[in-house]
């Protein structure tokens, strides 16, 4: 549904530019900031006319550097180019290009006072290189994103503000990085405009807002909108006497083009809503009450700092005569209006994306005093790996810390990774590894004994992969996958599977299709959720009233028993004992009613559960599985506190072989690089200096490079050929399998090790 909204917005900007966008037919345009907020509408209101409205469509190209854009939400077709760039650093650009819309920036406070050095560069240096190209590519227009912030604090005889006020700044206050290089970014734009001639515009946007804003960029919308979602107080800065006026993204975007495709140069508008300008106490209580169904409460709280409090400013409020009489620019889009379209956006954004980002609280319980277990420092994407043209990027790092909750004993992350930066285009093909051919094959024949299923009954599979698991059932079955390419693969072989993430939308449409299901699995996916709560409602609407949930996560004791800190990645957001999974489940009136051990992954737990009231008797397992958990301690801190230092002893050992290895002139070539292989080997600081490169038994992962220590990934023939003293065997829970189906390397003299818990030759 998030996207429904944008894409009618898209549709409406569309609409609203009527003819004036024919102008782009067979045209390039460079879009600068493609993954910021506005750049994204820009790119998908491009896109939109490609398919709709155009004679021949237009190309795009955009440029962003992913500082605060997110690269998952950009799709890339046959007309859209996306290149990582950083377009304050020296850079070409191949081929033709007619129009630049440069949105390249940092307009959050909260994100331009973390990169205030980078807002500099975009704003100064980035502006003059887009002028340099628009003077060498001879540009029939350009635009330049400025922003009100150039009029400062304005004096309040200048409300509304017109283009022709100069402004109040203070160029070394806490927001000089950003107003000041807008300001020179002006400064620029008109001087290439009149030395050059270069046929430029300048917009000022003030305070516009809509769907596709980050969750956390800290602004007051979004803050106030996500706060009273939650059910938190809004918090209102100082006494909320401060005013702004709100302008919809639609209004505005369609204001750009206009802007744009006009025959316009050399000009600055103002570009934003007239319509009320209203202080942002009266717009928390709006916003409390348009979001139905909670108690919403407002507070006042000072800012985020002393800094930011002491330079907000007091009132912004846009003269828009100059735009409207020049360009027929009018905003239609109300606050009300905007407002409510926003808030069913984020509602939909927050239950089905999010609960991304730094989580203070425990997702079960809201708890705020997670304990830090273990911290494995700023850590690469584990099954993002790398291809030969990314090597001169810089890597995207997130934070990766395991944390306790001692009220209800959840392991947990406290930062969540978008899953569209990780799960759009998986790896990780199921069907590899016989281990895992023969462990589906035989849950799925366990499962239709033990529930009497038939050709009548419905299998629904959460994260259903390649279809591994469907394929072993006689019954009616249905796949949700998010991955495209894996989706294909399991339709090819005959696995009918939704594309999406298991939300709302698509158990209403399994539901409609199919009917309700007897069982719901969901296997490895569980874990890799942040907001279990929701997929347990969707759950128990897919289930029919005596169904089975049933589900398989890597159990908790076994990581604690056998060290497996690998298993610890951002896709793993939780880290389950029976403890907190029964804890769970009985706050989403639920039950788990079995509970079994199974050995995928290093040591998983397979867990039957059914809706509250079920029929099924608890089974003797939960209870035994709880006692021993309390035994080894599941439910104290200090157990998980032991299990952190002993990890920090694994990687000095390990370290250690490597560098005696290394002194006596052996080579080491790795094993297997599944997703816990880039958590391990970046915590060791393992890099392709030690290791030569990685045998991968699956073919889609050859010749990509392991992300952070930049190992690459090579097919088994390179070791058969020239064949290594070691091989570390790093997807080690198929250590076995691994050592048994490589027997001809060993009797090439090679030794095979083991790394951990400690560095054994097998
Ligand atoms: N604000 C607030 N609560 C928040 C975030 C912002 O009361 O959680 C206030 C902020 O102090 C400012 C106004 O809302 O007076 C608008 O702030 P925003 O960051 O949206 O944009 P600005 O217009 O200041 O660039």
Known sequence: MADNIIQEDVKRIVDLLGT???????????????????????????????????????????????????????????????????????????????????????????????FPIETIDVGFVGTKNMLQIARDKKVKSMLFFSTSEVYGNPDPKFIPTPETYFGNVSCIGPRAAYDEPKRIGETLCMTYHDQFNIPVNIVRPFNIYGPGMRLDDGRGAINFVVAALKGEKIPVYGDGGNTRTWCYVTDAITGFFQVLLSNQHGEVFNIGSDEQEIEMKHLAEIVAGLVQHKDVTIHNVVGPNEAYSKADVSRRCPDLTKIRTVIGYVPHINLIKGMTRFIAWADDTLKHQATTGNHEKCRICNNENLQLVLSLGESPLANNLL??????????????????????????????????????????????????????????????????????????????????????????????????????????????????????????SIVQLKGRADVVTANNVFAHIGNIQEVAKNVKNTLKPDGVFVIEVQYVLDTLKDLTFDNIYHEH???????????????????????????????????????????????????????????????????????????????????????????????????????????????????????????????????????????????????????????????????????KNNEQLRQQGVQFVVPSPEVKIV
Not at 51 to 77: A, M, Q, S, Y
Not at 431 to 454: G, I, N, V
């Open 20 to 114: 004036t966008s024919r102008q782009l037919s067979d045209q390039t345009i460079l879009v600068t900031g493609g993954a910021g907020f506005l750049g994204k509408y820009i790119v998908r209101t491009l896109q939109y006319l490609n398919k709709h409205v155009l004679d021949k469509p237009c190309k795009i190209v955009i440029l962003d550097n992913f500082i605060t854009g997110l690269r998952g939400v950009l799709e890339e077709d046959e007309t859209t180019q996306v290149l990582e760039q950083d377009i304050s650093k020296p850079f070409t650009i191949d081929g033709d290009i007619d129009y630049i819309m440069h949105a390249a920036s940092i307009a959050a406070p909260l994100m331009y006072s973390k």
């Open 573 to 739: 957001v939780s880290y389950f004992s029976v403890i907190s999974l029964k804890d769970f489940f009985s706050r989403q009136d639920m039950s788990v009613f079995k509970v079994q051990h199974v050995d995928t992954h290093g040591g998983s737990i397979r867990v039957f559960i059914q809706k509250a009231g079920g029929t099924r008797p608890e089974d003797a397992s939960v209870k035994e599985f709880i006692e021993n958990e309390k035994v080894a301690g599941l439910d104290r801190f200090e157990t998980y506190q032991a299990f952190g230092q002993k990890i920090k002893n694994i990687k000095e050992n390990l370290r250690n072989f490597v560098q005696k290895a290394k002194q006596e002139g052996k080579s080491i070539v790795g094993y297997g690089a599944p997703a816990k292989a880039t958590t391990a080997l970046n915590f060791y600081g393992i890099t392709g200096e030690d290791i030569d490169y990685i045998v991968e038994d699956n073919p889609l992962k050859h010749d990509k490079i392991v992300p952070g220590v930049r190992i690459p990934i090579k097919s088994k023939e390179m070791a058969t050929q020239t064949p290594p003293d070691y091989m570390m065997i790093l997807a080690w829970n198929f250590a076995d399998e691994i050592v």
């Open 387 to 508: 291809a030969q043209d990314d090597l001169d990027k810089k890597e995207d790092v997130f934070p990766l810390d395991m944390m306790y909750c001692a009220t209800c004993h959840l392991c947990q992350l406290n930062y969540v990774v978008p899953p569209e930066e990780m799960f759009n285009n998986y790896l990780y093909v199921t069907s590899t590894t016989q281990t895992f051919r023969d462990h589906f094959a035989a849950m799925a024949q366990s499962l239709t004994e033990e529930f009497k299923l038939d050709e009548q009954s419905l299998v629904v599979d959460i994260g259903s992969n390649d279809g591994l698991l469907l394929k072993n059932f006689n019954t009616k079955v249905v796949g949700v996958e998010p991955a495209e390419n894996l989706c294909e693969i399991a339709r090819k072989d005959g696995v009918e599977t939704f594309l999406g993430y298991f939300d709302e939308n698509i158990v209403n």
